[in-house]
T-cell receptor, first 111, second 115 residues
Framework: KQEVTQIPAALSVPEGENLVLNCSFTDSAIYNLQWFRQDPGKGLTSLLLIQSSQREQTSGRLNASLDKSSGRSTLYIAASQPGDSATYLCAANNQGGKLIFGQGTELSVKP | DAGVIQSPRHEVTEMGQEVTLRCKPISGHNSLFWYRQTMMRGLELLIYFNNNVPIDDSGMPEDRFSAKMPNASFSTLKIQPSEPRDSAVYFC?????????????FGPGTRLTVT
């Protein structure tokens, strides 16, 4: 049974800092891994999806990496801004769409 | 594209009442997912459909919950009778099989409160 863990649960950084969010999963037979952003009281916005055959994906200031053998993924945010404050969730896909979510990392970027 | 559409956005009901949540997936997507989010349990998959057929309903908590997808553009999640512990945010998501295989797009959610 797939289990997804995100560390830390909460993170506070000053504006401009580069930061890394961590995601680990127990079953390496994943189809892909997806990172989401959730603002308070809102739905989930897809940030990046990494296929199992890929090592990383980039979108603007965001870079997500995937290491299936170690069961880890990281989300790197460069030059953080107050607008990046949100909860970030990772989700592993083992079976054609069935996502298993971590509990999320709540990020606060202070001006 | 309007994205995934859910209604209602908020629902307050009394224990024992029937609740119906609605979802319209992104046009052309062939998979639809219902999730529930609570503080205690996070995001949990309840059920998902592929080409309107339920594939996995192992996450449905009990017989009080049922879901249907009568056509490619509409799905419902029904709770009958509702209980206070059903209070949560319910999300619908859809995905299509393209080169961004299985990337899921979420609706804004329905916040359900059962008193």
């Amino acid at each position: 049974k797939q289990e997804v863990t995100q560390i830390p649960a909460a993170l506070s950084v000053p504006e401009g800092e580069n930061l890394v969010l961590n995601c680990s999963f127990t079953d390496s037979a994943i189809y892909n891994l997806q990172w989401f952003r959730q603002d308070p009281g809102k739905g989930l916005t897809s940030l990046l999806l990494i296929q199992s055959s890929q090592r990383e994906q980039t979108s603007g200031r965001l870079n997500a990496s995937l290491d299936k053998s170690s069961g880890r993924s990281t989300l790197y945010i460069a030059a953080s801004q107050p607008g990046d404050s949100a909860t970030y969730l990772c989700a592993a896909n083992n079976q054609g769409g069935k996502l298993i979510f971590g509990q999320g990392t709540e990020l606060s970027v202070k001006p | 594209d309007a994205g995934v559409i859910q209604s209602p956005r908020h629902e307050v009901t009394e224990m024992g009442q029937e609740v119906t949540l609605r979802c319209k997936p992104i046009s052309g997507h062939n998979s639809l997912f219902w999730y529930r989010q609570t503080m205690m349990r996070g995001l949990e998959l309840l059920i998902y459909f592929n080409n309107n057929v339920p594939i996995d309903d192992s996450g449905m908590p009990e017989d009080r919950f049922s879901a249907k997808m009568p056509n490619a553009s509409f799905s419902t999640l029904k709770i009958q009778p509702s209980e206070p512990r059903d209070s949560a945010v319910y999300f619908c998501a859809s995905s299509g099989q393209d080169r961004f295989s299985y990337e899921q797009y979420f609706g804004p959610g329905t916040r359900l409160t059962v008193t």
